[in-house]
């Protein structure tokens, strides 16, 4: 189980990197996607915003942490606030905000596990079972990326990745590719379905927040 560090902000740290029994499944390594640029809220830092009484990337760590060995955030604004939550920052590596595969690269570049789970920073209620599934499909389709699908639709951005694609990943983004999908259909890939679509909903306007 993983849990917010207990040292101050600042001095939160990456975990030592594990290594697993050969009968244990791989670890991985938790990244809630912050570093988003808030266009659809008007610029607004979307993890920072008020959700059930806590900012949205702060309750989307806590979910996620149960899930993995441990979490991190991908955030490039607003350092101190998200360092506040306890969890170790990841600001994007590669130049110009490449989108969501910027922090995609950040996460599997620092990763210490050899998995990397990356959710969203504005998908409150995503399943709890959201990692066991992911990784069991990826393991038995010796696929390099999972993904998330619910009632047909694919959700990009809730990938399970293999570390060892940073530097594929890199390189892509450098060709002047940023879509996410696009990538993900570049590796092995498996899809992985989910029985309820209301577990993947996101809150991209103000109003969401209200539900």
Known sequence: ???????????????????????????????VLAGGLGRRMGGADKGLLPWRGRPLAQGIAARLAPQVEAVAINANRNAEAYAAFGYPLLPDLLPDYPGPLGGFHAALSASPQPLVMLVPCDSPDFPADLVARLRHALLEADAEVAVARAGERRHSVFCLCRRELAADLAAWVAEG???????????????????????????????????
């Open 1 to 31: 189980m993983a849990a917010p560090a207990h040292s101050p902000p600042a001095a939160a740290a990456m975990p030592s990197p594990s290594t697993p029994s050969p009968a244990s499944p791989p670890p991985v390594f938790g990244v």
């Open 177 to 211: 590719r940023h879509k996410v999908g696009e990538w993900q259909d570049s590796r092995r890939l498996v899809l992985v379905d989910f029985p309820h679509p209301e577990d993947f909903r996101n809150c991209n306007i103000r109003e969401d927040l209200l539900g």
